[in-house]
């Protein structure tokens, strides 16, 4: 079996394949979403190019759909994107001996998939080279700006995403990503892997009767990121 190596910024570009796979429908998805609630192609891809994340541009683009303040979108998007501090965080140790500039571009390119992947890489090898993570990141983030603006482009000719299953998409994909995430976790850590979705399950329901349903996924998932910290060394 031939050896997989993280050192080099085209084994980087490589190992990118099954995100450019999901960033494809899922970024062709947004384009059309956007076009449909209104926003230029030049407006999707500036924000495909400073947001740079599949769930907070799907929820402005819902946002602006009902005509929310700017101050609200603002506020949402914050919140949602604040699981990027906590991926950041768990990925720098790693990264110690890169220089600030470095660190600053792996994490500002850091995305829900990459991360995904960076993660698995870590945890076979245990380091990956500053060139093999710019490889990721970046080929992922060019993958995004094009398949956004190429479904803005051809958005007028799909009047009704959801004809074609489109709002679904984003959906798919963090499934997909979780199934992933979670299949070496259940193997080494089936109890932590357990308490941390009962956690998250039980908050969320709770949470989903006394506020509103946006509300509840943020607060259910810092329950979860809390309690597997803290069982993170007894399993």
């Not at 004809?163 to 499934?175: E, I, N, Y």
């Not at 989903?208 to 990121?225: H, K």
Request: hydrophobic share 55%; charged share 10%; glycine share 8%.
């Amino acid at each position: 079996m031939e050896e997989v190596k993280y050192e080099t910024f085209a084994e980087g570009v490589k190992a990118c394949v099954p995100t450019i796979l999901g960033y494809l429908g899922i970024g062709f998805a947004l384009g059309v979403v956007g076009k449909g609630v209104g926003l230029s192609v030049f407006a999707i891809f500036l924000m495909s190019i400073i947001v740079y994340a599949g769930s907070a541009q799907f929820i402005i683009c819902g946002l602006i759909a009902i005509q929310a303040p700017i101050t609200s979108i603002i506020a949402t998007v914050f919140l949602v994107n604040l699981r990027h501090f906590l991926m950041s965080l768990s990925v720098a140790p790693y990264f110690r001996e890169s220089s600030l500039l470095e660190n600053i571009g792996i994490g500002t390119l850091l995305t829900d998939e990459s991360y995904g992947v960076l993660t698995m890489a870590l945890k076979k090898t245990g380091r990956v080279s500053v060139a093999w993570a710019n490889g990721l990141n970046i080929c992922a983030y060019f993958v995004w700006i094009i398949a956004t603006v190429l479904g803005a482009l051809l958005g007028n000719f799909i009047p009704d995403p959801e004809l074609f299953g489109l709002d679904f998409a984003l959906v798919a994909m963090f499934l997909g990503l979780f199934l992933f995430q979670v299949e070496l976790p259940m193997k080494t850590r089936t109890k932590q892997t357990i308490i941390v979705l009962m956690s998250v399950i039980v908050v969320l329901y709770l949470l989903m009767w006394l506020t509103s349903a946006e509300i509840a996924v943020i607060i259910s998932a810092l329950v979860g990121c809390f309690v597997g910290m803290i069982t993170h060394d007894k399993y």
